[in-house]
Nanobody
Framework: QVQLVESGGGLVQPGGSLRLSCAASGSIFRPYTMAWYRQAPGKQRELVASITSGGSTNYADSVKGRFTISRDNGKNTVYLQINSLKPEDTAVYYC?????????WGKGTLVSVSL
C-alpha cells in the first residue's frame, strides 16, 4: 500500500503564493508519475499538473506559467508551487501517485483564495 499526505494549503489573498507538498510512503516502486488534481465546489476533479520519474511535466492550460510541479525522488515527495493565485483556484488539491495504472490518492488540502 501507498500512503500520500498533503500539506501546505491555506487561505491566501489574490495574487499570493503557496507551496503544496505531498509525501509518499509505503510500498513505492519506480517508475511512477505523481500529480496534483483539484476539485472546486460543485465541479469535477481536474488534473492540474503531473511529473514523471524522469522529470517530464504536464500542466493544465489554466495554470501554465503560474504553477510549477517538482519532485524529490529521494524523499518520494512532490511539490506544487502556486503563484499569482486567483479566486478560481479555490479548491481542494489532491496528490496522486500512478504506478503502472494503479492510482493512489491523498486526502487533500484546501486552498482558498479570497480577500
Amino acid at each position: 500500500q501507498v500512503q500520500l499526505v498533503e500539506s501546505g494549503g491555506g487561505l491566501v489573498q489574490p495574487g499570493g503564493s503557496l507551496r503544496l507538498s505531498c509525501a509518499a510512503s509505503g510500498s513505492i516502486f519506480r517508475p511512477y508519475t505523481m500529480a496534483w488534481y483539484r476539485q472546486a465546489p460543485g465541479k469535477q476533479r481536474e488534473l492540474v499538473a503531473s511529473i514523471t520519474s524522469g522529470g517530464s511535466t504536464n500542466y493544465a492550460d489554466s495554470v501554465k506559467g503560474r504553477f510549477t510541479i517538482s519532485r524529490d525522488n529521494g524523499k518520494n515527495t512532490v511539490y506544487l508551487q502556486i503563484n499569482s493565485l486567483k479566486p478560481e483556484d479555490t479548491a481542494v488539491y489532491y496528490c496522486n501517485l500512478d504506478h503502472s495504472g494503479v492510482h493512489y490518492w491523498g486526502k487533500g488540502t484546501l486552498v482558498s483564495v479570497s480577500l
